[in-house]
């Protein structure tokens, strides 16, 4: 699918073009969206350029991204698209930079383009030659590059508040008798159901971070694209430019540049946070385990007492006393509770 952006009467004007058709006078822009081979031909007869194809155009290496052939630039980059429901996705996007018009291909329909394009039919000012087209175009990529980190930036800052927010467990003065106990069972119970909710928060916590994380990371994929390209661009259109659009080329590189460390910085964010989240994980199963090591220690010196007592042994006098059998269960009930009171005075319960 092929749409011409016209200038005509000062004003950007769209039209649909068909494979074979006549390109209006004073196309500036040709957006090819997924291209077939015969509109592939037809625009290479046209204009004397070979448009690349999805496999071309996903090649990783920079020289196979920018190059140029005869009067035509090629510049390729990876473009955010689909962030803003949650799944995002990495387009690639080609410019074609001709001596009079620009083209556009790509596989993918990400909002900001379509953003874009409606500006421009709206705004006469805004697209007066395929240069301002490509610059525009460049804006629109970084305007929402940065619209995305802002969203990431705020879902990180929700997260990290999750992790670290400290819950007061101090309630008023303890009561006496059974109001108290009644009380104490109520308190026990609250924890429990508590515990069970933040470990359910917690694997929430990690699945968001996560998604942050992968959003992140397009967006520094997206970001790298864009460096390379405008420092690209500025040696083979810097000398078709004029003043103001070589302004705000060198201010695209600029945004780029610090929307490069910021994604940096948040991607180091994310990782701390990742790490944050399975500490406190560990803290849990942690108290877990330390629970099961304490009950192991408490019935370990019951079980030795019980241990002698069974052997078999002819001579072992407490077997036929009268009080031996109470002796040994008086025996393995202190066994158990000292070491259980120890751990409690020590705080380690």
């Known amino acids: 699918m092929i749409t011409a952006y016209v200038r005509t009467d000062d004003r950007l004007h769209a039209l649909p073009l068909e494979a074979g058709a006549d390109m209006p006078a004073g196309t500036v822009w040709l957006d090819v969206l997924r291209p077939e081979e015969a509109e592939r031909e037809d625009i290479s007869t046209r204009l004397g350029v070979d448009l690349p194809t999805q496999e071309d155009m996903r090649e990783i290496e920079a020289s196979s991204r920018l190059y140029t052939e005869d009067d035509a630039a090629y510049l390729t980059t990876p473009v ?26 790509r596989h993918t329909e990400p909002l900001w383009l379509a953003i874009f394009a409606a500006r421009a039919l709206r705004q006469p000012g805004l697209v007066t030659g395929h240069l301002d087209a490509m610059l525009g175009i460049l804006e629109a990529v970084v305007d929402r590059a940065a619209d995305v980190l802002e969203i990431v930036r705020g879902e990180l800052d929700q997260l990290s508040q999750q992790v670290f927010s400290e819950l007061d467990e101090r309630g008023p003065a303890k009561p006496h008798g059974r109001q108290h106990e009644s009380r104490k069972r109520q308190a026990v119970k609250r924890r429990q159901e508590k515990r069970k909710a933040e470990s359910d928060a917690l694997r929430g916590v990690i699945t968001a971070i996560g998604r942050a994380g992968d959003l992140t990371h397009k967006v520094r994929d997206s970001l790298a694209g864009l460096e390379r390209l405008g420092a690209f661009a500025v040696a083979v259109a810097g000398p078709r430019m004029a003043k103001d659009q070589k302004l705000r080329l060198k201010t695209i590189s600029r945004d780029v540049h610090s929307l490069v460390e910021h994604a940096g910085f948040q991607a180091m964010q994310t990782n701390f946070l990742l790490d944050a989240t399975l500490g406190v994980i560990n803290i849990q199963q942690t108290n877990i385990i330390k629970i099961f090591s304490v009950a192991a220690v408490a019935f370990l010196p019951p079980t030795l007492i019980a241990s002698i007592y069974g052997m078999n042994f002819e001579y072992m006098p407490e077997l036929s006393k009268v009080w031996g059998y109470p002796v040994a269960l008086v025996l393995m009930v202190i066994s158990a509770v000292l070491p259980l009171w120890y751990f409690k005075r020590k705080k380690w319960l």
């Open 80 to 105: 955010m698209s689909r962030g803003e429901d949650g799944r995002p996705d990495l387009g690639m996007l080609t410019f074609v930079l001709t001596p009079t018009v620009l083209i556009t291909v």
